[in-house]
């Protein structure tokens, strides 16, 4: 029997991605190591380099390649509106529409700290909070909380509205709809 153990181990390790399943990654797996291997290579690097490279954006949360992101130390930007997302990743979705100009803040849990960390950002100055989260009733409690810990400010609170349905995360939400929900923002 052929050992192919090692690229085995490659298509075992493609397929644990998200959205790509055995078959798939048994197509890639192939194609990079025998059909391009020079494109093999280089997503080899990137991943190498991105791994490297990559950090949390002290400020923010999102991805950034410096201690403070792109977005959070550019200046023309308005900081008095900040966008609440899940997830960094929900930044870069975000960002491709261009619509929102203000700065983001990546609420992955309510612990203490990270709850702190937004209180003492909200105390620099932010006149509006725009939660971009998905629309559940866990998520509509985690607003109100969210509120409650930022009420001795004076802020505004506005949640995107229509084409996010119920449930579905932003990344599974085409870029028109999230313009429309970026739009029709509600008060919350
Ligand atoms: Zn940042």
Not at 54 to 64: A, D, E, F, H, Y
Not at 107 to 118: C, D, G, Q, T, W
Request: proline content about 2%; hydrophobic content about 40%; charged content about 30%.
């Amino acid at each position: 029997m052929n050992n192919l153990d090692k690229f085995n181990r490659l298509v075992d390790a493609l397929g644990e991605l998200p959205t790509i399943g055995k078959k798939s990654a048994t197509r890639l797996a192939y194609f990079m190591v025998m059909n391009d291997s020079y494109a093999g290579l280089k997503i080899a690097h990137a991943i190498e380099d991105a791994f490297g490279s990559l950090k949390k954006c002290t400020q923010c949360g999102g991805m950034s390649e410096d201690e403070l992101c792109s977005i959070c130390s550019d200046e023309r930007r308005d900081d008095t509106l900040l966008c609440i997302v899940e997830n960094a990743k929900d930044i870069l979705l975000l960002e491709e529409n261009g619509l929102f100009d203000g700065k983001y803040f990546v609420l992955e849990s309510l612990e203490e700290e990270n709850v702190n960390h937004l209180v003492k950002i909200a105390k620099k100055g932010i006149h509006e909070v725009l939660f971009a989260i998905t629309p559940s009733i866990a998520n509509d409690a985690l607003i109100l909380y969210i509120e409650d810990k930022l009420s001795d400010f004076d802020i505004s609170f506005t949640k995107i509205a229509q084409g996010v349905p119920t449930g579905v995360s932003l990344e599974n939400i085409d870029l028109l709809s999230l313009t429309r929900a970026l739009e029709d923002k509600v008060r919350v």
